[in-house]
C-alpha cells in the first residue's frame, strides 16, 4: 500500500496495515468502553457496581495479555509458542468482559 498524503508519505505493508489496525481498534474499543461506564446515570447504582467490577477485569486482562506480548518478546524461540495459548485464552475472555459491558450500558441507557 503506497501512502501519500500532505502529512505522510511512504509505504506500508499488508501484515503491518493489519496490525495497526488492531492496534488502533484497541485504543477506540477502550475509550468507548471508558465512557459508557463513567457517563453511567446516578438511578442505576446496581449496574455501576457491576460494570466498574467489570471493568477492573478489563484492565487486568488487557494488562495480562500485554504482560504475555512483553514475554514473547524476551523468551528464546522455542518458548514463545507457550505463551500464545494463554494469549488466545485470555482475549477471549477479554471478549466475553467486553460484551457484558456493552449489554450493562445497553440496559443502563435503555
Do not use: Q
Amino acid at each position: 500500500m503506497d501512502l501519500r498524503s500532505t502529512l505522510l508519505s511512504g509505504t506500508l505493508k499488508a501484515s503491518s496495515a493489519g496490525l495497526y489496525l488492531c492496534f488502533f481498534a484497541l485504543f477506540i474499543i477502550t475509550f468507548v468502553l471508558v465512557t459508557l461506564v463513567t457517563a453511567a446515570r446516578e438511578s442505576a447504582a446496581k449496574g455501576r457496581g457491576r460494570a466498574r467490577r467489570l471493568v477492573w477485569l478489563f484492565w487486568a486482562l488487557l494488562s495480562a495479555i500485554a504482560a504475555c506480548g512483553l514475554a514473547i518478546m524476551f523468551l528464546p524461540e522455542g518458548f514463545r509458542a507457550l505463551v500464545c495459548f494463554p494469549i488466545g485464552f485470555l482475549g477471549v475472555n477479554l471478549v466475553f468482559v467486553v460484551d457484558a459491558l456493552i449489554r450493562l450500558a445497553h440496559e443502563d441507557n435503555g
